[in-house]
């Protein structure tokens, strides 16, 4: 398994423009939706909670060809050698790093990476839900790599903006979402993204389906709340 016949695990809805921007982080979004022509294409993301980091660097692949994207929560248990051939891409995304720190086969291979990928001028981004400081390595020099670049906070969204997330998440699909049905998915949804747009993605099946408007009598009983 290489990069050549290593399945691009990015989601269709994973773009730029499906992601609610708030002020914190536009100066971040406007850099990724620039990599390629960024002098420094070394970026290492992370972020404590459920604030878009995988849809981000999902987005990244959407908008650059010879791209691919790797979330190590789903690829740590393959040999470290998928990665043999990657730094031919003009992008390499690694997600959930942490998952395979400690392994010292994974962290030599992930080390000589980041080399061959500086020597081919491409970019690497790298996610994380710690910052590089606090992440544990066997291999020192690996160590020193994950701190090469740009690093970055993804911050998280208060209500109003997770309100207005999946009010643009609903527009992208055609679904018109008034504030009264929004705050009610609010008070009774989990809180984090994820699982608001987990909501979204329900209600839209069963309405089509159904061939129901999505209203809060027709919220209440999918989920019975």
Not at 106 to 132: A, C, D, M, Y
Request: proline content about 3%; aromatic content about 8%; glycine content about 4%.
């Amino acid at each position: 398994v290489n990069a050549s016949n290593l399945e691009n695990d990015i989601g269709n809805e994973s773009t730029f423009d499906s992601f609610y921007v708030i002020q914190e982080n536009s100066e971040l979004i406007n850099s990724l939706k620039k990599i390629e022509q960024q002098k420094e294409k070394f970026y290492f993301l992370w972020s404590e909670q459920t604030s878009g980091k995988s849809h981000l660097l999902q987005a990244i692949c959407h908008n650059v060809e010879a791209s691919v994207y790797i979330p190590l929560k789903k690829f740590s248990a393959y040999p470290p050698e998928i990665l043999d051939g990657m730094e031919l891409l003009s992008i390499v995304c690694i997600d959930d790093i942490e998952e395979v720190l400690g392994n010292i086969h994974w962290e030599t291979k992930l080390f000589h990476l980041f080399n061959l990928i500086r020597e081919q001028g491409h970019g690497l981004v790298i996610g994380s839900s710690t910052p590089p400081k606090g992440l544990k390595t066997e291999l020192p020099d690996l160590d020193s790599r994950l701190k090469w670049g740009i690093t970055y906070q993804l911050h998280g969204m208060d209500d109003k903006a997770k309100a207005e997330a999946l009010r643009m998440r609903a527009e992208l699909r055609g679904i018109l979402l008034n504030n009264e049905i929004l705050n009610y998915i609010l008070l009774r949804s989990e809180r984090d993204t994820r699982a608001l747009f987990q909501v979204l993605d329900k209600l839209d099946d069963l309405s089509l389906t159904e061939k129901r408007k999505i209203t809060i009598p027709f919220i209440k009983s999918t989920f019975n709340w």
